[in-house]
């Protein structure tokens, strides 16, 4: 038996919502830094909680203080298309920014 993942206040299996939905990091390591990584979207069937699981190893996109064209044209069509860029706060020891 394999099962991605319980909602523990509801004991279900999570669903999965959407793949290869995007997560935005934004961290301090010397320059500001912007990543794009491609993850699924998770929600428990009850309670409508949502997690997101199986992030990318490696950005799609990503820029730093100097800029990044390929990374604003991604945003933008991101955001043209209607699509939600998830927001994640690093926990591998970079500094994350709060936004
Ligand atoms: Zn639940």
Redesign the pocket.
Known sequence: MSHVGV?V??G?ALVCAKNEVSVEVTYWSGPLYNELFSGDLWR?P??G?ELILGIARQPFASKNVVGSIEYDRIKRELKAAGERVYLMRPSNGRTPVRL
């Open positions: 909602c206040p509801c279900r428990c009850d309670c909680r």
